[in-house]
T-cell receptor
């Protein structure tokens, strides 16, 4: 069974540009989560989507946005990129069975803003 | 504020020794405490998890100890092996309340010397 897949693996953008990151969850998983992993800061929660709806967002500015498609895949958009947005962006998926089902992570997209 | 504090930041243990990583939380509504293991270039993977109604859970060489009154939990790796060298993250959520978002500690980089 395929795991969580993220694309692209690496992305280099210039400050002020927009970045689009994509995630395909494990088949049957309806919840998708996005996390930012910046050096020394651990994993910071960005967004949670379930059944196509945004369920919660972390303490990030509105230029971080996303959506979940009918096939449960998801997209993270970062507008007006800043240098400090450089990080590993991780997507995870889980069955939405009350929140205790295991969250499976993808390998991430390494975003570099220059 | 939902926060999980993890220590130490890094840890060097000799092969065969015991690795101990500690976490403390503030939100008493947390009811699900997983530990994730992350190897370089990979996404985090669930290692072991515990609910607050038990004080200890053991899976192979990995043990979680939980102290509800102190709001602390720890990961013990017995007979540590070089293959255990990775970054470990503790996390917490209100999973059993249906709130799925995980709050992570900042991680501990473990190096097991041969």
């Amino acid at each position: 069974e395929a795991g969580v897949t993220q694309s692209p693996t690496h992305l280099i953008k210039t400050r002020g540009q927009q970045a689009t990151l994509r995630c395909s969850p494990i088949s049957g998983h309806t919840s998708v989560y996005w996390y930012q992993q910046a050096l020394g800061l651990g994993l910071q929660f960005l967004l949670w989507y379930d059944e196509g709806e945004e369920r919660n967002r972390g303490n990030f500015p509105p230029r971080f946005s996303g959506r979940q498609f009918p096939n449960y895949s998801s997209e993270l958009n970062v507008n007006a990129l800043e240098l400090e947005d450089s990080a590993l962006y991780l997507c995870a998926s889980s069955l939405n069975t009350g929140g205790t089902s295991e969250a499976f992570f993808g390998q991430g997209t390494r975003l570099t803003v220059v | 504020q939902q926060q999980v504090k993890q220590s130490p930041q890094s840890l060097i243990v000799q092969k065969g020794g015991i690795s101990i990583i500690n976490c403390a939380y503030e939100n008493t509504a947390f009811d699900y405490f997983p530990w994730y293991q992350q190897f370089p270039g990979k996404g985090p993977a669930l290692l072991i998890a515990i609910r607050p109604d038990v004080s200890e859970k053991k899976e192979g060489r990995f043990t979680i100890s939980f102290n509800k009154s102190a709001k602390q939990f720890s990961l013990h790796i017995m007979d540590s092996q070089p293959g255990d060298s990775a970054t470990y993250f503790c996390a917490a959520s209100m999973g059993y309340s249906g709130y799925s978002t995980l709050t992570f500690g900042k991680g501990t980089m473990l190096l097991v010397s041969p």
